[in-house]
């Protein structure tokens, strides 16, 4: 679905009664080498992102 101004998909998502809040969370992985070579893998998270 394509958002643009003036059109009824973007009516609906700017006139929300509800705020919509999209979080994203990321995940580093510290270890690659040690994990390329069959280990546990150790993620370091960053975010979160929050976008309105």
Do not use: C
């Amino acid at each position: 679905m394509e958002v643009v101004e003036g059109s009824y998909s973007y009516q609906l998502w700017h006139n929300t009664p509800v705020p919509i809040f999209l979080r994203f969370y990321i995940y580093n992985l510290t270890n690659s080498k040690d994990f390329s070579a069959g280990a546990k893998a150790v993620l370091q998270e960053v975010g979160p992102y929050v976008y309105r």
